[in-house]
């Protein structure tokens, strides 16, 4: 019997699949176990909380992959393996960044993983080589995701009050969903609260205005989406058909966006396949922890 841990560990929200031959006997939720974005303490009782869930003992799993937010850090990767290996019979721990969960979790092998929630972020594989495009976070870059969908619709409605032109549905929808009673109270709004997850959850007051401003948002954000999984596929050096995966709560979430996205994907790269992912990232992490204890056993 294989038992194997996966780790789904993102910004915000941690999920944990326990899988026993392939069939997930258990799952956890709780707070964000990444060191970068909840912080060493905060994340080390995030983690601890998943694992009291879970029941999980030292020695007892053939393998686990993690999946966080905040790979690319040399400190992350050591707090993960250093309270993960102990758990396992022989120190198997695999740390991959968040968004290499996505092609396992569709069942992809090589293929280009395309990722818009609260940012935005694209990753892309091919013959043994990785490459990624964007994830340069809400300062500098995030284009399409969620924050840079609703900033630039905040942006928007304060060029129309400095204008003097009608507000719209926009401002309506967009200062009822803020519980802000006027354009000058948005804006200190942004400057009191910029944390990214609280803007990127008014997408809906933003995109389901009738608004035409949000009829051609929606369109920037697919082009900018869908460039990004063409500079991933140059990156590659990737020929015709290599499959895109949509992921991340906005791509699986808004059908009007995903399906624009796809459009303007198929331009940019035509032949390749655009699927949507159908189930949580946190599968993937379950299919590479499960390579990894094959590999070893």
Same mark, same amino acid.
């Given at each position: ?31 964000? /176990? ?8 905060? /994340? ?18 053939? *393998?686990?992959?993690?999946?966080? *937010? ?5 400190? +992350? ?7 993960? /290996? ?35 972020? &694209? ?77 990127? +959850? ?20 697919a082009r900018a989406l *869908?460039?990004?999984?063409?500079? &991933? ?51 993937? *992490?379950?299919?590479?922890a499960q390579a990894a ?5």
């Amino acid at each position: 019997m294989t038992t194997v841990l996966g780790l789904d560990i993102g910004g915000t929200r941690t999920r944990a699949w326990l899988a026993r031959d392939g069939i997930v006997v258990a799952e956890a939720e709780g707070g964000s /176990a990444s060191l970068t974005a909840a912080g060493r303490q905060q /994340a080390e009782i995030a983690l601890a909380a998943i694992l009291s869930q879970l029941s999980v003992r030292a020695a007892s799993l053939d *393998a686990v992959c993690a999946g966080t *937010a905040g790979s690319g850090s040399g400190d +992350a990767r050591d707090f993960l393996s250093a309270r993960l /290996a102990p758990l396992t019979r022989h120190g198997t721990v695999i740390v991959v960044s968040d968004v290499g969960l996505i092609l396992p979790a569709a069942g992809v092998g090589d293929g280009i993983a395309l990722v818009a929630g609260t940012g935005s972020n &694209c990753v892309g594989r091919q013959a043994g080589a990785e490459r990624a495009a964007g994830g340069w976070g809400y300062l500098l870059g995030d284009e399409g995701s969620g924050y840079w969908i609703v900033r630039e619709a905040v942006r928007e409605v304060l060029r129309r009050h400095d204008d003097g032109a009608a507000p719209g549905p926009l401002t309506r929808e967009l200062l009822h969903a803020m519980s802000c009673p006027d354009q000058r109270t948005l804006l200190q709004r942004c400057y009191d609260d910029p944390r990214p997850d609280v803007w990127a +959850a008014r997408v809906p007051a933003v995109l389901g205005t009738d608004d035409p401003f949000a009829a051609g948002l929606l369109d920037r954000a697919a082009r900018a989406l *869908a460039g990004l999984a063409a500079s &991933c596929s140059r990156r590659l050096a990737a020929g015709p058909g290599l499959p895109v995966v949509l992921a991340g709560g906005l791509l699986t979430g808004h059908r009007a966006l995903a399906e624009r996205t796809g459009d303007h994907i198929q331009r940019l790269l035509p032949g390749a396949p655009v699927l949507t992912l159908s189930c949580p990232p946190v599968a993937g *992490a379950v299919a590479l922890a499960q390579a990894a204890a094959a590999a070893t056993g």
